[in-house]
């Protein structure tokens, strides 16, 4: 799992308390998902979310409060933590628009029911529940002032073809056991500020060969005419939101955007999709930066009439790339 929060932190142990500065947690994405690993993120997850949350400035966690949550919610944790949240990815790993693999693309009839199971658990959790007009799912809890910027937990709802079922599912599981635990703890509607969760429709972008057109609306950054983009079978985003019962207007388009002012902080819990945490045997990372993509650009020559010295062929630039990061 991985946890990217807005705030570069780490959890380190110390001889009485913990210092609860996550900036990301993960775990191994291999199908022999180790559910102590689940169960022991999820708890310190609530715990940090709880305080991210809380009156106090610190983010520094002492054993006093562990215990405290430990003794309302110990009988609770074998069965959310652990149990019911491996029971939801399980169910949602089933939720599929191919017989034999993981399929659930954008807007697809796999990604209605998933919006329908992901809601149904918002509400269980307590949250006020909405989907919106891109067909992201959002659950809320106001606190004590609802005027205070809104912590978002969020990751996304559809998958790559033949898809590993923690990649997105993972994330929005994990936001919704921690505030179910909140919740039954009595401390969810005490909450210092806004919590909201958001289920994005779509981030991997494999229907439409666009990515993050769910979280992207939010942002603002997604032009109007994205509605006009097609897939394969030539429907476009607006044909295809439009059969899912969405307005598909550019107008309720435009209408997504989130005021900047009014968010505090986002939190996505994400597996890490790779061999290192696993292979050093440790449950948790922190995330220091992600996979980027440069375009290498060079010129077409006529080998029988230009010298070398003269020619900065396409693979030039792309050899020395390569060069440069065995030497590193």
Known sequence: MECSLIKPNIITRRRNSLSVNIFKASSSSSSSFNLKILSFFLFFFLIFINKLVSSSSSYSITGAEIEDIDVNT???????????????????????????????????????????????????????????????????????????????????????????????????????????????????????RPIEVIAFSDEEGVRFQTAFLGSAALAGTLPASALQISDKSDVTVQDALKENSFEGTEESFLQLKYDQRSVWGYIEVHIEQGPVLESLGFPLGVVKGIAGQTRLKGFQWNLYHNPLFVRWERYIPGQVQVMSFQDR
Do not use: Y
């Not at 269980?124 to 799912?137: E, M, Y």
């Not at 709802?157 to 997105?168: H, Q, R, S």
């Open 74 to 192: 110990n009988s609770l944790f074998p069965q959310i933590l652990k149990e019911e949240a491996v029971s939801r990815l399980t169910e949602l790993g089933k939720v599929s628009d191919a017989d034999h693999f993981l399929e659930r693309t954008f807007l697809s009839p796999a990604s209605g029911r998933a919006r329908s199971v992901i809601r149904s658990w918002m509400e269980d959790a307590g949250l006020r529940t909405w989907v919106d007009q891109i067909g992201n799912v959002h659950g809320r809890v106001e606190g004590i002032n609802a005027t205070a910027k809104a912590l978002i937990i969020g990751s996304h709802l559809d998958t790559v073809i033949d898809a590993g079922m923690f990649d997105g599912s993972l994330g929005i599981v994990c936001a919704v056991s921690a505030l179910k635990v909140l919740k039954i703890n009595g401390k969810l509607e005490n909450v210092t």
